[in-house]
C-alpha cells in the first residue's frame, strides 16, 4: 500500500475512534459484568435510576404483588408483576426488587392466578431499572425459573377464631381460621364466598381455583389476613383447605 493510502486510512480510523469517545459517555445501558445470582439486597443496592443494567440475575422469595411505588399487596389483581425479597416474610418494601411479568411468563408466575406461589422461591433474569416510578425493578425478564422446593411461610401462622381474625384488622397478621361454608362461591362476584363459625362470620376474598370448587356446608381451613374493603371487614386468603 502506498505511503498517501495509508494516511488515509490512519486518518479515516483515527476519526471514527474520535466519534465513538464522544458519544460513549452518554449510552446510558450497562452490561452486567456477571450472570450469576445475586441476592435482592445486592440487586437493591446495584439499583440506579438513571441507569438500566441488563442481563442481571437474581434470586428471592416471592413476597406480594407490587401496586405503587410505596406500596405492595399479598393479594394480586393481577398477573402483570410480582414483588420478592430475601427471605419469605419481609414486609418493608424497600427490601423488595419489582420483577415485571410479559404475558408469556403470567400462566406460571403470576400472583393471581398462583396464590400459592406466595413465598417460594425464583430465580429470574433480566434489566435491572426503575420501575412503578423510582422502584428497584427487574424489566423485561428472559428468564424465570422456581428454585428448590421452599413453599409459603418460614414458620405456620397461629390460629384463630372468626372474631379473633376480625379483630386483628389493620394489624397485617397472617392467621389461619377455620369454619363452614355458608355462601355459595361467586354469590357476591369472583369466587368469594361468606364462612362461619361458633364466633363470627366474616367474607372471603380469594382467586383460587380451590374457591371455585366449595360448596354450602363445606368445612375449611383457611389462612389469610384480614383488610378493611369499603367499609367492611374481609378475609384475603392465601390458602385454602378442605378439612
Not at 200 to 224: K, M, P, Q, R
Not at 229 to 243: A, H, M, P, T
Request: proline share 4%; net charge negative.
Amino acid at each position: 500500500m502506498k505511503k498517501y493510502e495509508c494516511n488515509v486510512v490512519t486518518k479515516i480510523a483515527l476519526s471514527f475512534l474520535l466519534v465513538i469517545s464522544m458519544i460513549s459517555p452518554y449510552f446510558t445501558v450497562v452490561k452486567a459484568e456477571t450472570t450469576e445470582a445475586i441476592g435482592v439486597g445486592e440487586a437493591v443496592n446495584q439499583f440506579d435510576p438513571t441507569a438500566v443494567k441488563s442481563n442481571v440475575t437474581v434470586e428471592g422469595y416471592i413476597v406480594g404483588f407490587a401496586k405503587s411505588e410505596t406500596s405492595y399487596s399479598v393479594i394480586a389483581d393481577s398477573d402483570t408483576n410480582i414483588a420478592i425479597a430475601d427471605t419469605p416474610d419481609e414486609t418493608d418494601v424497600t427490601k423488595m426488587l419489582y420483577i415485571q411479568l410479559p404475558s408469556s411468563y403470567r400462566a406460571n408466575f403470576g400472583l393471581f392466578t398462583n396464590p400459592s406461589n406466595l413465598g417460594k422461591k425464583v430465580r429470574i433474569t433480566g434489566s435491572l431499572e426503575k420501575y412503578f416510578g423510582n422502584h428497584a425493578g427487574l424489566k423485561s425478564p428472559t428468564s424465570m425459573e422456581f428454585v428448590g422446593d421452599d413453599t409459603t411461610e418460614p414458620n405456620p401462622p397461629e390460629t384463630a377464631t372468626i372474631a379473633e381474625a376480625r379483630a386483628a384488622v389493620g394489624t397485617d397478621r397472617t392467621v389461619q381460621i377455620q369454619g363452614t361454608v355458608t355462601t355459595l362461591p361467586g354469590s357476591w362476584g369472583g369466587k368469594a364466598f361468606y364462612v362461619q363459625d361458633e364466633t363470627a362470620g366474616v367474607y372471603v376474598f380469594s382467586s383460587s381455583a380451590e374457591a371455585g370448587s366449595l360448596a354450602v356446608g363445606d368445612i375449611v381451613s383457611i389462612t389469610g389476613k384480614t383488610s378493611l374493603y369499603s367499609g367492611e371487614v374481609q378475609f384475603n386468603s392465601l390458602k385454602i383447605e378442605r378439612i
